[in-house]
């Protein structure tokens, strides 16, 4: 049996944790989460990069679209 004053071990745990793996512990879940949210903040980039893109080419057909009706228009007019 273990003394009082001792801290008693479980089975298949230490007995106690030291400072410095603590801090490591911390580190981690610290690092973890910088990660997570990390992740978020580009998956949310990639979004908005991707309405953009739909934007930019709906302005391009647009244009190609005015042009073209542009070039077509006197061709139209001169038909009787």
Do not use: N, S, T
């Amino acid at each position: 049996m273990a003394e009082p004053g001792e801290p008693r071990a479980r089975y298949g745990f230490e007995a106690f944790d030291c400072a410095p793996a603590l801090r490591l512990e911390a580190h981690e879940r610290v690092a973890k989460l910088q990660f997570e949210a990390l992740a978020q903040r580009l998956a949310k980039i990639e979004e908005m990069m991707e309405r953009l893109e739909k934007r930019l080419w709906l302005a391009v057909f647009g244009m190609v679209g005015a042009i073209l009706a542009q070039a077509f228009q006197p061709l139209l007019a001169a038909m009787p």
